[in-house]
């Protein structure tokens, strides 16, 4: 079995000074003797964006015999405590690693003809399933993961590592 967790980076970086900013801004506007309720909703978001960053603070991929489960958090937090996708082998018609734009955005993303899963970086395994759907799976090391895809649904799987999509 194959199980990788890459950290998210990007939205570490990104959501934890902004809950720290809002938490910053309400102690502000608590001394500066603003209403109540401002000081409780700044907080409110700051929870909501530190809860954000956290669930998507990792991702971990696994691939065994019956397909791919994609999960976010830490590796502590158990699987059903945080948002999951199984994938399974028999859906799966292609691999590839491709290269996405950075304007797609980093969490769960509708893109056109599917869905990315990605917490960090530019690369992605792009999985084709029967449907015609595809699901993108962001990697710090997406060769490795479509090798491994590859290996356990070798039957139908076929591979182009040159892609790359706008």
Same mark, same amino acid.
């Given at each position: ?26 102690? !502000? ?10 000081? !409780? ?126």
């Amino acid at each position: 079995m194959y199980r990788h967790t890459q950290a998210g980076s990007v939205i570490i970086w990104t959501l934890g000074p902004a809950a720290a900013g809002l938490l910053i801004s309400a102690s !502000v506007a608590h001394v500066r003797g603003a209403p109540a309720w401002t000081v !409780v909703y700044l907080c409110f978001l700051a929870f909501l964006i530190g809860l954000v960053g956290f669930v998507f603070s990792s991702m971990t991929v696994c691939v065994d015999e019956k397909g791919v489960r994609v999960f976010f958090g830490p590796d502590w937090l158990p699987a059903r405590m945080g948002f999951r996708k199984f994938l399974p082998a028999a859906e799966i018609v292609s691999c590839r690693v491709v290269a996405v734009t950075w304007w797609w955005g980093y969490g769960i993303r509708i893109i056109p003809r599917g869905v990315m899963y990605r917490v960090s970086g530019r690369r992605c395994v792009e999985m084709t399933l029967k449907s015609g759907r595809r699901a993108l799976l962001g990697s710090d090391e997406p060769d490795e993961l479509c090798r491994q895809i590859e290996g356990r649904f070798s039957r139908d799987i076929h591979r182009n590592t040159d892609a790359c999509i706008a």
